[in-house]
């Protein structure tokens, strides 16, 4: 059940909130009051290190377009949302969100957490830009108010299963995924397109999030002699598998996704990490167009890593839209950021397909050496 107190709190940045009467309905809000927005993800739970990513990059958001005038001579209001990653939990979060008056949501962060929130949301009225949600289904599925700022998991996969293929033909690969949206997704894409090669894994398995001992798994992979796992997965669960593979004495490399993108990863793995490999779009740290906002991160002493400037990304297209139609009608504004692009951002310029998908996805892959990670050149 969901617990305001506990799961959601309240983060003013600018005018003061003022009072709101109760009511579903996130366009009821009134065109002199501030505007409410939200970000949603695992703010607690073994994937919070990703939650924080979206916390850092939506306050400083909503503070920077705050000092600049807010929009349409309005302050935003943030409301932070957690659900843990977990289906359940993400749809109380979202009905909470919308009975608040949230009109835009940039979240989930978790693809199970993020399709059942849609639909939520789609009957609402409140907008959601995903910073993170890589799932095909988020947005195949048609709703009208679904967009997000990454890419998705069959382009992921065929990057990370032409990879595969280049660099290790001949090899025994084991494909391991945790039964999620976006864990069996990604894994599954990644297997379509080694097998569009010609190159069969030697093992696809399922493994179970939020264990501490994947020891069975792995002495399976030792006996089928396996030279590469590839993990459909999260850092907490990666990192766990290729320590233990190497405590096993395995001769392994760890290849992954977006979900290894974090600091957290290393603290994990410890020196097993070595050599890691993973998908995520080319660093956003280095784009021209975050310079200044990194600066200011790195001011509070906060690494804008992963998903930071994704979700910062998100709040500057709501924002721009908004003054673009001149209205902040979620309805209306979906129309906007799908006919009225690009939009520049962080990220640099971003344009979304009628899907609400990002035009030019940019997956890259990238490596982990001596604790830090880094695109692999």
């Not at 659900?83 to 009975?99: F, G, K, M, T």
């Not at 990057?159 to 001949?170: D, E, M, T």
């Not at 010609?198 to 994947?214: I, K, V």
């Not at 740290?285 to 975050?290: H, K, N, S």
Request: proline letters at 4%.
């Amino acid at each position: 059940m969901f617990k305001s107190p506990r799961l959601t709190r309240r983060l003013l940045l600018g005018a003061g909130a003022g009072t709101l009467a109760a009511g579903r309905g996130a366009f009821a809000q009134g065109a002199s009051g501030p505007i409410r927005i939200a970000t949603a993800g695992p703010m607690t739970g073994q994937y919070a290190a990703f939650g924080t990513q979206m916390r850092e990059g939506a306050t400083q958001a909503v503070t920077d377009i705050n000092a600049a005038g807010g929009v349409l001579g309005r302050q935003l209001v943030l409301e932070i949302g957690d659900d843990a990653c977990d289906p359940r939990q993400a749809v109380s979060v979202a009905n909470q969100l919308a009975s608040r008056r949230v009109q835009f949501v940039a979240g989930h962060f978790c693809s199970g957490s993020s399709i059942p929130a849609r639909d939520v949301y789609a009957e609402e009225g409140v907008l959601q830009i995903s910073p993170a949600s890589t799932n095909p289904r988020f947005t195949d599925e048609g709703k009208w108010n679904t967009f997000r700022t990454c890419g998705r998991d069959d382009q992921q996969g065929q990057v990370a299963g032409r990879y595969i293929l280049q660099n290790f033909a001949g090899k025994r690969v084991a494909i391991l995924h945790d039964n999620t949206a976006y864990g069996k997704g990604l894994a599954d894409e990644t297997k379509k397109a080694m097998n569009a090669g010609g190159m069969q894994e030697t093992m696809y398995a399922a493994y179970t999030p939020g264990e501490r001992d994947y020891t069975a798994i792995v002495s399976r992979m030792k006996a089928a002699n396996i030279d590469v796992i590839y993990l459909g997965g999260y850092h907490t669960e990666g990192g766990l598998i290729i320590r233990q593979a190497k405590e096993q004495g395995m001769n392994v490399t760890l290849i992954g996704g977006d979900a290894l993108v974090t600091n957290e990863f290393w603290q994990i793995s410890g020196a097993a990490g070595e050599g890691t490999l993973m998908t995520f779009s080319s660093d956003p740290r280095r784009r021209p167009t975050a310079a200044e906002v990194v600066q200011r991160f790195r001011a509070r002493n906060i690494d804008p890593e992963g998903y930071v400037l994704y979700t910062y990304a998100a709040i500057q297209i709501f924002a721009d839209a908004a003054k673009k139609a001149n209205s902040t009608d979620p309805r209306r504004l979906a129309q906007v950021i799908k006919s009225d692009g690009p939009w520049q951002t962080v990220l640099g310029p971003i344009s979304f397909d009628a899907k609400g998908d990002v035009t030019v996805p940019d997956y890259v892959f990238y490596v982990w050496r001596n604790g830090a990670y880094a695109e692999l050149s």
